[in-house]
């Protein structure tokens, strides 16, 4: 059999699904990992880019703490954090992956609320609303559209990078793959490739429910305002 054949066998085997460390367990452990590095992220970037886009200021910051976040190497981060006293594990995997996840989360945080209608918080003002109460009250909900679209973005692209939890005894999907990596290709070809396969379908599927769910929070009227709304963060951010 060619690795493609052996891969729809190796799927097909229940057993490689129901065992112990089989890939039901592999899944749940990729999903607890993926959401709390994108929890983590969410607290860390959510707060700035919000107070930023508020105050008005800050934008070079957003852009250049994007920018320094992008360039660091997920997998360099898995290589140095397991040496600190975070370890080999889960939790230098978490870390590793919010850093990842910050990028977006910021940027459209800061943009949402740049974009929110002048007209609006001009009159929200007038009605004598302090700072606070603006972006809590005009503000953050004006920004719904591009909160749920650097989260989407965010989880995506962590679900889809947290294989490479592996290289630090992370668990997850890239277990699987490196386990087929520890065999001969002739035998562990089919594995690697199922593995590959898992991990695309997995964050294909987090692709089609977030988007259901970045719908269904953005209340109605703002939902033209989701389609470029990735697009518009960046293009904004770069331009302050």
């Known amino acids: 059999m060619n690795p493609v054949q052996q ?49 008005g200021r800050g934008g070079g910051a957003v852009v250049l703490i994007s920018n320094l976040t992008l360039s660091i190497p997920t997998l360099a981060l898995l290589t140095i954090l397991p040496l600190t006293f975070l370890g080999f594990g889960r939790p230098s995997v978490v870390v590793a992956l919010a850093v990842f996840a910050v990028p977006p989360l910021l940027a459209n945080a800061y943009t949402g609320v740049r974009q929110a209608d002048p007209e609006a918080r001009d009159a929200a003002r ?14 953050l909900p004006l920004a719904v559209p591009y909160l749920a679209a650097g989260f989407r973005t965010a989880a995506v692209q962590v679900v889809a990078t947290a ?18 990596f520890g065999l001969d290709i002739a035998a562990g070809g089919g594995q690697i490739i199922a593995g590959g396969v898992l991990v695309a379908g997995l964050a294909l599927a987090a692709e089609g429910v977030l988007a259901l769910v970045e719908r269904v929070v953005t209340p109605r009227p703002l939902r033209r305002a989701r389609p470029g709304a990735d697009r518009r963060a960046a293009d904004a951010t770069a331009g302050n």
């Open 7 to 55: 891969a729809v066998v190796w799927l097909n085997d229940p057993l490689n699904w129901t065992n112990p460390g089989g890939v039901l367990d592999r899944i749940g452990e990729h999903l607890s990992m993926s959401a709390a590095a994108v929890l983590l992220g969410c607290l860390v970037a959510w707060p700035v880019g919000l107070w930023l886009g508020h105050s």
């Open 126 to 139: 007038g009605m004598g609303l302090s700072g606070w109460q603006v972006l809590h009250r005009v503000e």
């Open 163 to 180: 294989a490479l939890a592996s290289f630090v005894n992370g668990g997850g999907l890239g277990q699987i793959i490196r386990a087929g």
